[in-house]
């Protein structure tokens, strides 16, 4: 059978068509960087104004150890490359009072110490943002080693009077955020 | 080095995803593997014999998302850049992410002696189908994480996939039942190696401002992937006692069963035109071998470690963060189970309409047929027309529209042209030869031409290709 000539000409075509590529560049694929932030609330305090009068005790009316295994994860530990733990508190009660947070490994030591002070009656949050890793002054093996939260509250005023405000409460708030090295 | 390989492996798989259309294959009559398309096709083959792991092998890419070029170019642009742009926020939850291929193992026709009317086929082919959806709140928040993402709903319905490799066993009959009709069945019976699926994800995660602490987080979900096949395969790789065996072993008819069946028809309007239609493995598979699935279902709002006075004075010493954890295991629990489950195979509906011309050659027709002694179409050297191609998908029906032009010189060579539209391209031509060297027929295809003028730009590309001993006519 005689095949006629333009049937060559067809195949040059599409296979001129066929197997070309642009330059690729796959060394690309070692830029690629992946590090989400993660951001969740971690820790919540809230006691109400009678308990601060039922407990004069000076050194503080509250202190107790709170397991905390977040930060121990070891997928987190490994990767996480800076953040910030943001602590808020709140107070309605009528006496002026001193939370202290402190970040505490296994061996029950401490890493790292934050105070926060507040007014009574205060109309505003004392707010305090501690950061760790990257351009800070504090290292990131603190969050690394921590497996335990202290929470200490002292009462800087009396032990009898009450707020006049509706359901006096101290409140304390906390939210941590780090970015976290995914590749 | 692994890890980059890993990425770029990624990369591929993830955005060269594949589609199953086989629009250069279907009524390509002189193709003897095309019966496989439409078991109601008209042929003029006395008998074929496909030469084992070569007469059909099939493989075909597409993406509906984006490209390796996309990502991979020369081009000067940062890279994390480029997978934002392009990826993260320019992927929609509806493009596929994909697979499948096809290779035989037997096929053999052949026309009864007794009545030249009917033709028969049967068979052994490996498939391996594939199909996951781009999972853009997962890789959001992969990516982004949650920070600074108040009130955003990361949808957990977008991860939406399935999957299996099946040993099919198959035998059709294909029939003339008169002058302009052909009607054709092909039974098949499913031998499930490995099946996956996880199609029916709903639920979400959000963080929100807390009611009590400052934040909150949500996640509400119904999650479930199944799974069947996959644990001895992971064991028999782990314990090194051959992963080859336990595939063969479970692609024949030791894994999951299921049956299914094609049927098809060939209509000739007038002598010049015919209309043809098949639907494909309308069938099922029951997996209950080796079945684990996994789930995680319910609703939970965390604000961390919530320690409340004076009501936590009464048991100071609990462990606040461990009745965390475990309230939530509670709320949202991931259970793992064996129950069987059925997967419907993806049904596949062709539809076509063939316009032939030009002088028949009286020499290629069909069977010398009892039924009506017709002509039938073949022979012809010129044919246009025009395909409809439509896949049950996980997202719903995916349709598409294809040209045809058919030149025919004689019964040595068979060419075909295609241009098709669908959602993976708009500019898809493909090419198909069918040579026939006296008993020996080879064929090969190539779609989306015009894509490899830059195949990393290509976002789908596929090829058929197949090596049978033939015959003509009545045996």
Known sequence: MKIPHYLFSVLFLCLSLVSCIEEQDFDQADDIVIEPTLEASIFYFETTEDVINSNPDPAGFYTNDFNF?????????????????????????????????????????????????????????????????????????????????????????????ISSKANPKLIFRSSANFKISVR | ??????????????????????????????????????????????????????????????????????????DGLDINDKIRERALYGMKPTDELSGSFQVEILNVGFRSKKNPDNFYSFGIYTEGDAIGYWFKDYAILGFEGNANRLNQRFNLSHLKTRGEMVNVFHFGINKRVDRNLIVG??????????????????????????????????????????????????????????????????????????????????????????????????????????????????????????????????????????????????LIPYEENNKSYITFRPTKLYGSIRYNFGEQNRSVQDCDCKAGGSKGSLGFPNAVGGQLYVINRPRGPQTA???????????????????????????????????????????????????????????????????????????
């Open chain 2, 185 to 330: 069945a092909r039974a098949k019976l499913y031998s499930g190696i490995f099946s996956f699926r996880s199609t029916k994800n709903e639920g979400y995660f959000v963080t929100t401002p807390g009611e009590n602490n400052l934040l909150a987080s949500t996640l509400v979900a119904d999650m479930e992937l199944q799974t069947s096949g996959l644990n001895s395969i992971k064991d028999a790789n782990d314990n090194g006692t051959g992963v080859g065996s336990l595939l063969a072993k479970r692609g024949m008819l030791g894994g999951d069963l299921g049956v299914g069946v094609d049927l098809g028809f060939t209509y000739q309007l007038n002598r010049n035109t015919t209309i043809t239609g098949s639907i494909l493995d309308l069938g099922f598979i029951s997996h209950s071998n080796d079945v684990k699935n996994y789930t995680l279902k319910g609703q939970a709002t965390v604000e961390g470690v919530q320690v409340i006075l004076p009501d936590a004075l009464a048991d100071p010493s609990q462990d606040f963060w461990q009745n965390l954890i475990d309230d939530v295991d509670g």
């Open chain 1, 69 to 161: 295994d977040a930060f121990k994860d070891d997928y987190f530990s490994d990767n996480v490359i800076e953040g910030s733990i943001f602590y808020q508190l709140e107070n309605t009660t009528s006496k002026p009072v001193i939370v202290t947070i402190e970040l505490i490994d296994d061996g029950g030591n401490v890493l790292d110490t934050t105070v926060l002070n507040i007014g009574a009656e205060a109309v505003n949050t004392t707010d305090v943002e501690v950061f760790y890793g990257g351009t800070s002054a504090r290292p990131l093996d603190i969050i690394r080693n921590t497996s335990a939260l202290r929470l200490s509250a002292q009462n800087l005023g009396d032990d009898t009077s």
């Open chain 2, 401 to 475: 529209v294809t040209a045809f032009y058919q030149r025919n010189f004689g019964k040595a060579v068979s060419l075909k042209t295609t241009y098709t539209v669908d959602k993976f391209s708009a500019t898809n031509v493909g090419f198909g030869a069918n040579l026939n060297i006296g008993p020996v027929n080879i064929y090969a295809m190539a779609d989306n031409l015009i894509g490899y003028k830059n195949v990393a730009a290509s976002q789908y590309a596929s090829f058929q290709l197949g090596i049978n001993v033939i015959s003509w006519g009545k045996n």
């Open chain 2, 1 to 74: 080095m692994i890890n980059r390989f890993f990425i770029i492996l990624l990369f591929v798989c993830t955005f060269l995803g594949y589609a199953q259309n086989k629009q250069l294959m279907y009524d390509f009559k002189e193709v003897p593997q095309s019966i496989l398309l439409n078991p109601g096709i008209e042929t003029g083959l006395g008998m074929y014999v496909g030469v084992p792991l070569l007469s059909g092998t099939s493989f075909q890419a597409g993406s509906s998302g984006a490209s390796v070029n996309d990502f991979f170019a020369n």
